[in-house]
C-alpha cells in the first residue's frame, strides 16, 4: 500500500538556490541538446520529496546519462508524470497562479512550438512569481520578465512511497552533490 508524505518545498528551494547557476555532478547537464530546464526542476523537486519512480518509461527517475526516464528531462514528459502519476514519487495537478507557493512549477508556451520552459516557483514579489531555472540560468528571476504566449502552472501535491528513505540523509547527500 503506498503512503502520502508532504513535499519539502523549502529543500526543493534550497537545492534549487545552490545549483541554479552551477552543475550537481550527480546529474548530466543538457544544455547543448535540448535544454536543461526540465532536468534542474526534476532534481529540485527530488531534493523535496527524495522518491523516484523507477517505471520504465512511465516513471522519472535519473540513475545516469542513458539510463533515464523522458519525464526527467522532457517538458511534456514530466507534465504527464507528474499530472498522471498514481505510483511512487511526487504528484500534482494544474492549478491557477494564485495557489502556487515555493517549490511547485511552471511550463511555458509558445504558439509556434508548444510548451518549452520548465521552471521552479521559488518566491513572490507582490503579484510577480520569483522562479528559478537552467539552460537560461536564473535564481528568483520575475515570471514578467519572460517571454512567452502561454503557461501553465503545477501545484505539487504530495509524494507517494512504499518504503520511505531517511529524506534527510537524501537531501544532505543532494546538496554536497
Not at 527524495?50 to 539510463?67: A, R, V
Request: proline share 3%.
Amino acid at each position: 500500500m503506498l503512503v502520502i508524505k508532504p513535499y519539502v518545498r523549502e529543500n526543493a528551494v534550497a537545492y534549487a538556490k545552490k545549483y541554479a547557476f552551477s552543475q550537481n555532478s550527480l546529474f548530466g547537464n543538457f544544455a547543448g541538446i535540448g535544454g536543461n530546464c526540465t532536468n534542474f526542476v526534476s532534481q529540485s523537486i527530488y531534493a523535496g520529496s527524495c522518491e523516484m519512480n523507477y517505471t520504465p518509461t512511465f516513471g522519472w527517475y535519473f540513475i545516469s546519462l542513458d539510463d533515464r526516464s523522458p519525464s526527467w528531462t522532457g517538458v511534456e514528459f514530466f507534465y504527464n508524470f507528474i499530472i498522471e502519476n498514481a505510483g511512487v514519487g511526487p504528484f500534482g495537478r494544474v492549478a491557477n497562479s494564485d495557489e502556487l507557493e515555493i517549490g511547485d512549477v511552471i511550463q511555458l508556451g509558445r504558439e509556434e512550438e508548444g510548451y518549452y520552459h520548465t521552471l521552479l516557483v521559488v518566491g513572490f514579489d507582490g503579484e510577480d512569481l520569483l522562479v528559478a531555472a537552467q539552460t537560461d540560468n536564473a535564481y528568483a528571476r520575475p515570471l514578467s520578465t519572460y517571454d512567452y504566449d502561454y503557461a501553465r502552472f503545477i501545484k505539487i501535491l504530495g509524494v507517494r512511497f512504499d518504503s520511505p528513505e531517511d529524506s534527510t540523509s537524501c537531501f544532505e547527500r543532494l546538496m554536497q552533490g
